[in-house]
């Protein structure tokens, strides 16, 4: 899984275009669709690296966030995440913040992460206990992880948003964060030593 989210110069150098907002090339790449997020994946798989990127399930976003943790987070909000109140209304580069155990930047907050998995309310009450693979259709696409914009409420560490189709995303900040199987902790900048 991507040590940083996919950033705007990784998205342009691979896709040519730049959708977001807030312009930057270390900023995280923002208004993209769950089908570009796939699109982009496979233009980085057909450089033919040695690696298979794609979306991580939402059971794979979860473990790799979590990275270990049992509480509601793995630090204070204001050193791990940028949230509505810290961040001046704006996306920040990646990596300012404080990583996870497993060394993954920016898993609360600054903009949401596209999973691969549909919603579905009742699919964990009946999948598999180990790795489930999420249901195989639905309604709703998930993103993982809060926003810049997010209100800080409750204590749900590691919240999720769904997206009606999948080509929403384009109007409001959802990046994504490739993962390479076999599940490696390593940095996925495209063009970074």
């Known amino acids: 899984m ?38 982009f994946c496979e233009a980085v798989n057909a450089k033919g690296d040695g690696y298979r990127y794609r979306l991580p399930t939402e059971a794979e976003w979860e473990y790799a966030a979590r990275a270990g943790d049992t509480t509601c987070r793995y630090g204070p909000l204001v050193e791990v995440a940028w949230s509505r109140d810290n961040s001046a209304g704006k996306t920040h580069p990646v990596g300012e913040k404080k ?31 180990s790795d489930p693979k999420g249901p195989d259709s639905g309604e709703y696409r998930l993103a ?38 076999p599940l490696m902790f390593y940095t996925a900048q495209l063009n970074r030593k």
């Open 2 to 39: 991507g040590k940083y989210q996919v950033t705007q110069a990784e998205y342009e150098a691979v896709t040519d275009v730049n959708p977001s907002y807030s312009k930057g090339p270390n900023l995280p790449v923002e208004g993209v669709s769950w089908d570009d997020a796939q699109k």
């Open 99 to 129: 990583p996870n155990a497993f060394g993954l930047y920016d898993v609360l907050g600054n903009v949401w992460e596209w999973v691969q998995d549909w919603y579905s309310v009742t699919y964990y009450s009946h999948s598999a206990e």
């Open 144 to 181: 993982r992880g809060g926003s810049w914009r997010g209100v800080v409420r409750g204590t749900r560490a590691f919240p999720l948003v769904t997206c009606s189709s999948p080509t929403c995303g384009a109007s409001w900040s959802v990046p994504l964060r490739a993962r390479t199987d």
